[in-house]
């Protein structure tokens, strides 16, 4: 995983982007598999663990509505802890990830392994939906993997 962190600093490094994250299922995981890599302070800006929905409507500004009417795991939810970090940080770019990570929780409709992972900065903001095999242990870990994957993915493009 260090690998991948790497790569996405030197994206970050070229293009002078911070980065801030929002995190429910992975309770820090991302943040923390970032702040493992030595020089992270040059690009991690902050991260968000936003695990109930009271913390995503009070740290992130996710609108009860929202929660209400899509669930913490949705597509619209993703987004706005997305916007709601950028909005809430000096980050450049910001990723967030809610999802149902397991063994309980999931239904019919949202099934353990769901997991959203959005994307924003000043002007764009994006999700993509993912379900993961495994335990616990592993949504997670692919939750990790991917938010990364999507944040380098991004800053190629640009």
Known sequence: MDELVQKLFSLLEKHKFMVAMAESCTGGLVTATMTEVAGSSAYV????????????????DVNPVTIKAFGAVSEQTARLMARGAHAHSN??????????????????????????????????AEVHRHI??????????????????????????L
């Open 91 to 124: 980050a450049d770019i910001t990723v967030s990830v809610t999802g149902v990570a397991g063994p309980g929780g999931g239904s019919v409709d949202k099934p353990v392994g769901l997991v959203f992972i959005g994307l924003a900065t000043a002007d764009h």
């Open 45 to 60: 800006e902050r991260g968000f663990v936003t695990y109930s929905n009271e913390a995503k409507m009070t740290m992130l």
């Open 132 to 157: 993961f095999d495994g335990d616990r242990a592993s949504v997670r870990e692919q939750t990790v993997e991917n938010a990364i994957q999507h944040l380098i993915d991004y800053l190629e493009g």
